[in-house]
């Protein structure tokens, strides 16, 4: 097999799996909040992802 099976193999002790875990525990409803619902345009990204 060329690649590994899960991604966090390869990157064990990268920062980016603590940024990850930080991200994941933020509250972010005041931004779903300002978010508008069935306007005009295109989708917004979802705020996590930002």
């Given at each position: 097999?060329?690649l590994?099976?899960?991604?966090?193999?390869?990157?064990?002790?990268?920062?980016?799996?603590?940024l990850?875990?930080?991200?994941?525990?933020?509250?972010i409803?005041?931004?779903?909040?300002?978010?508008?619902?069935?306007?005009?345009?295109?989708?917004?990204?979802?705020?996590?992802?930002?």
């Amino acid at each position: 097999m060329l690649l590994a099976p899960d991604i966090r193999d390869w990157l064990v002790e990268d920062v980016v799996w603590v940024l990850r875990d930080i991200v994941a525990q933020l509250d972010i409803t005041a931004l779903n909040k300002r978010y508008r619902r069935g306007g005009t345009g295109r989708m917004a990204y979802d705020p996590r992802m930002l």
